[in-house]
């Protein structure tokens, strides 16, 4: 079997849907998905000549050679490498095709049939508790067991109420510095408190900080919200120095939990073993692909840190990680992006999400057929369908 063609269709969601399709001489397809953002679709391109010609059952040899001979072209990280992930990703849809078995299969198998995942949500402009705490209850009763919020969002009056508040008393914070002034924290405090109080101790609760704050100010916000019995506390600080990230994982009982900006296995290197992080977020079709965040999950299970992935792609991409997810011992939880992407299903033509999880069928590859009717309704302006 020989890789004919490689092709792209970006899809405008709430992000941009890199969709990569392969093609081969015998028939048989496969289709993936990279994370969004500038370059990527044009980098999928780039490699065509790499893959075309090339047996695809060799997905590790593939991967290799795209990496070595993407690297000329500058580091291997970023754009770059989420280009490779959406290469990976159809790759693996059609091995699994051309073997007439699921993806999960190819990992090792399932621990679970069912992925859980949390939903990221979003009170439209409204940060306050009581809307937070509104749109939990809708979350929560739509028959999601997990969910996320941010706890750095905030609108410009209650940013300059702040300013206000504590330039007079502190005389450190300024919109730039990462503080967090004593006002913020306790505001922060009653979203999160808004939000356990209104779906109960059950649910599994993440808040998202963004690489806001500084190691002491994020620290003390941590160890307030301890008694919320949080699922996990993101991305408290920025994510270039893993000994500041420890520095805060080291010093509360709130779980911290990063991890999406990182590239490749050798990327998780220092967070995995400095213990820098409780819960580890590789986004898979951005990061290196399946294969590469099994290297990861494992890793990680040598020092018993589960694996809770960062997602914001269309069903595609995110069953695509959910295969890999239910071969993963160490899987917790996995993100779910689109709550509020109505038509984010219809995407494709079989049912993905049932009561707040992925239900993974039998089928072979990532078991999805692209509904291409909803695909080019939502095709990106001057991008062509798959080279149509
Ligand atoms: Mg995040």
């Not at 300013?163 to 505001?187: C, M, S, W």
């Not at 301890?226 to 709130?254: C, F, G, S």
Request: glycine letters at 8%.
């Amino acid at each position: 079997m020989k890789i004919t063609d490689v092709q792209t269709a970006v899809i405008s969601g709430n992000f941009d849907w890199v969709l990569v399709k392969i093609t081969t001489d015998e028939g048989v397809t496969g289709l993936g998905e990279a994370y969004w953002g500038a370059g990527v679709n044009e980098l999928v391109h780039k490699m065509r000549p790499m893959l075309i010609g090339e047996n695809p059952i060799n997905v590790g040899k593939l991967y290799e050679k795209m990496v070595r001979g993407m690297s000329g072209a500058g580091s291997i990280g970023g754009a770059t490498v989420t280009a490779i992930s959406g290469v990976e990703l159809a790759l693996w849809d059609l091995v699994g095709r051309a073997l007439n078995t699921p993806i999960s299969t190819l990992f090792g198998g399932r621990f679970r049939d069912k992925i859980r995942i949390y939903a990221d949500c979003h009170a439209g402009d409204d940060y306050t508790p009581e809307a937070y705490a509104a749109k939990a209850k809708e979350v929560v009763g739509a028959g999601f067991t997990a969910i996320k919020f941010d706890l750095d969002q905030q609108n410009e009056e209650r940013r300059k109420t702040w300013v206000d508040e504590d330039l007079g008393r502190y005389h450190k914070f300024e919109p730039f510095n990462r503080t967090i002034p004593p006002a913020q924290r306790k505001y922060m405090e009653s979203l999160c408190a808004g939000v356990r109080e209104a779906v109960g101790p059950e649910i599994m609760l993440a808040m998202d900080c963004h690489w806001r704050y500084t190691v002491h100010d994020v620290t003390l916000l941590a160890q307030d919200l301890e008694k919320y019995d949080l699922m996990w506390l993101e991305d408290p600080v920025p994510p270039e120095n893993i000994k500041a990230q420890a520095r805060v994982t080291h010093n509360t009982r709130t779980p911290i939990c990063t991890g999406e900006n990182l590239y490749r296995k050798h990327g998780y290197q220092d967070l995995i073993e400095m213990q820098a992080a409780d819960i580890i977020a590789p986004d898979i079709p951005k990061m290196g692909g399946l294969m590469e965040a099994k290297k990861v999950a494992d890793w990680a299970d040598t020092y018993y840190i589960p694996i809770a992935p960062h997602n914001v792609s269309s069903p595609i991409g995110t069953v695509a990680a959910a295969h890999v997810c239910a071969a993963m011992s160490n899987f917790l939880v996995m993100e779910y992006h689109a709550y509020d992407v109505k038509w984010w299903e219809d995407l494709v033509e079989e049912p993905v999400i049932q009561d707040g999880f992925i239900h993974l069928n039998d089928k072979p590859g990532h078991g999805l057929t692209l509904n291409e009717d909803v695909a080019r309704a939502h095709l990106k302006e001057g991008t062509s369908f798959f080279g149509e």
